[in-house]
């Protein structure tokens, strides 16, 4: 699917819940007030999901930058986000499938070790419910496609803090 034929499902002031998951905690979710506004610019050749959330009462924000050519499923982002990382901009490599599905896998640095990574799943909106998954990958997580866990890598995931963004029209 286009992103193109995908913009009136996502394009608007979004409100919902935020769930943070530190997994490695004795008591791991953290939930706030999520807001998300997204909209397309440059000709519609893009989408902006500007959020806002919060963590033990101090105020995060993120930005995606969501790109694609229209006649491929390759999607390309860029993603900041005040609380997941440093001043550096994670660029991230995906694909949109026929149901408008997107997703999305970034890395990033972490000294003295291999990469670690983000994996971004934003499954179409229906008309009133917008979700946004995002998996902080360890090494260890042992993902080779993005969206897809091989059989005995459940174990890994509760060592990845992974947040999730329920919001509505």
């Known amino acids: 699917m286009k992103k193109m034929e995908l913009s009136s499902k996502?394009?608007?002031?979004?409100?919902?819940?935020?769930?943070l998951v530190l997994s490695w905690l004795p008591d791991p979710n953290f939930i706030s007030v999520s807001n998300m506004t997204i909209k397309s610019i440059v000709n519609d050749k893009f989408l902006v999901l500007s959020y806002d959330w919060q963590h033990e009462g101090v105020s995060q924000d993120g930005l995606i930058l969501i790109g694609n050519i229209n006649k491929q499923s390759e999607v390309t982002a860029s993603w900041v986000d005040s609380w997941g990382m440093s001043g550096k901009i994670m660029n991230c490599y995906g694909a949109i499938n026929q149901l408008g599905d997107i997703a999305l896998q970034g890395s990033y640095e972490v000294p003295d070790n291999p990469d670690w990574g983000w994996r971004i799943e934003i499954p179409c909106p229906t008309d009133s419910t917008l979700q946004i998954i995002m998996y902080n990958l360890s090494r260890y997580s042992c993902e080779s496609?993005?969206?897809?866990?091989?059989?005995g890598c459940q174990k890994?995931?509760?060592?990845?803090?992974?947040?999730?963004?329920?919001?509505?029209h």
Request: a positive charge; aromatic letters at 16%.
């Open 10 to 19: 996502f394009i608007g002031n979004w409100q919902g819940t935020y769930r």
């Open 145 to 151: 496609t993005p969206g897809f866990l091989s059989k």
């Open 156 to 168: 890994f995931l509760r060592k990845v803090r992974h947040l999730k963004v329920a919001l509505h």
